[in-house]
């Protein structure tokens, strides 16, 4: 028996999202056949199967998150499939998974740890696809209880000093709800009294700490549990300031053309200053300048927001920047986006003129150091010339970090997006 386990899908990810099983237990499944469909941060990834063989087990849900390294499935393999790879030994007990695996479009390991598919991982080391025999001394070892609760729930429980393993999950399956936390809190705080010989008051119905109002829960998935992922990484990792300036549009030839324009602007801007195009490790103090400007487009879609990248934005026509971003726009919506386009930008764009915004602070993703929103554009009485003018104004707000970026650094940038957006065409 083989045990397959959820493996690294690309640049460091520690966990996906079931979405689909393409397979039942007992199915008899091929190499490379697909097994399950997983999301990552904000696209889906179908994992092929490793062995030929018989399903025995599969283990999670659709819906259930699984951390890299848990087991995701169990397999029945023939004899002949059973030998170990080269190069590697088989443990008492254990059996290895063949090395050699044929090429595909899907996150197929291979020989030279290489993959074709952009963005996931193409080796599958040993020590993620080795199982036990379930007649070996490992089957003994006492198995970790697995908890079914999303990240903002762990989260929770961490604040309130909650150890899930002793909560019964109430929701769908046994998961553990954000209510589940909560409550195991108020009766840890309710029993503390009376160990100690005494009783809490109980306040009166409908006063503060009374069980609250049913209410409608959400489990963060996809695009938005990488939100929540990566908001709270930057507001915890980085040092965030915003500055504020407004754009004369109104002699625009093409008045409806915001964002290749704006994409065209930001190009300006880093070539202005370069700093605020490119990534910042912390760990070791450098800041990467890049020669490219790889746009990220912070995009809205029915399943959450998600960051798509416009690679080599500066060698691009407006024209051909206009088709790259409605070729994203679909992909990101239809939840087709390859993996490869969600990553590697160095520099963000965001459109904040949802309603009537104007300003905001938007918040950039670790490690890049800068982001451009744009808010609504208005007509405004401004002053041109010495003169009382009405002007179409585009609001913009430029957040950076300024562990690494000075304020005056952010200025310039934005004085240069400022020029740019400033001109008829």
């Known amino acids: 028996m083989r045990e397959f386990k959820l493996p690294d899908l690309g640049e460091g990810l520690t966990e996906a999202e079931i979405v689909e099983w393409h397979v039942a ?45 848990d087991v995701l499935a169990r397999f029945d393999v023939p004899a002949k499939e059973g030998a170990a790879p080269p190069g590697s030994e088989e443990a008492p007990g ?37 199982m036990s025999d379930t007649t070996g001394s490992a089957a003994a070892a006492p198995k ?22 002793r909560i019964e999950g109430s929701g769908p399956a046994g998961r553990i709800t954000a209510r589940d936390v909560a409550g195991a809190a108020k009766a840890a705080g309710d029993a503390a009294p009376s160990a100690a010989g005494t009783t809490a008051p109980r306040p009166p119905s409908g006063e503060a700490g009374s069980t609250p109002a ?16 990566s908001m709270t990484a930057s507001h915890t990792e980085v040092a965030l300031c915003t500055v504020m300036d407004d754009a004369d549009i109104h002699d625009w030839e093409s008045p409806r053309d915001f964002t290749p324009r704006l994409i065209r602007a930001m190009v300006a801007g880093a070539r202005a200053e370069p700093r605020l195009n490119g990534t910042f490790s912390a760990e070791t103090g450098v800041l990467s300048m890049s020669e490219d400007v790889h746009m990220g487009l912070a995009m809205e879609t029915p399943h959450g927001l998600i960051v798509a990248t416009i690679f080599n934005a500066g060698k691009l026509s407006l024209d051909e920047v206009r088709d790259e971003v409605a070729r994203l726009k679909t992909a990101g919506a239809d939840r087709t986006l390859k993996p490869g386009e969600v990553r590697g930008y160095t520099i963000t764009l965001s459109n904040i003129a949802g309603g009537s915004s104007r300003y905001a602070t938007p918040l ?46 952010a200025s310039r940038f934005l004085g240069a997006v400022v020029a740019d957006l400033k001109l008829a065409s």
């Open 364 to 409: 950039m993703v670790p490690p890049t150091v800068g982001i451009l929103g744009s808010g609504a554009a208005r007509e405004e009485v401004v002053a041109v010339n010495g003169e009382i003018a009405i002007r179409r104004m585009l609001p913009l707000s430029l957040t950076f970090d300024h562990r690494c970026v000075a304020g005056a650094d």
């Open 25 to 69: 237990a007992n199915d008899d499944i091929k190499l490379n056949q697909p097994l399950v469909s997983v999301e990552t941060d904000k696209a889906v990834v179908e994992v092929p199967s490793p062995v030929t063989g018989r399903v025995i087990s599969l283990h999670g849900e659709a819906g259930d998150v699984i951390p890299v390294g």
């Open 94 to 130: 254990r059996e290895d998974v063949p090395s050699s695996q044929s090429k595909g479009n899907t996150a197929v390991p291979q020989a030279d740890g290489k993959d074709d598919a952009p963005g996931v991982v193409g080796e599958l080391p040993a020590s993620a696809l080795v």
């Open 144 to 165: 970790k209880q697995r908890v079914k609760a999303a990240p903002s729930v762990r989260a929770l429980a961490r604040e309130l000093g909650v150890d899930l393993t």
């Open 214 to 229: 049913p209410a409608t829960e959400e489990k963060l998935a996809g695009p938005r549990r990488a939100m929540f992922h």
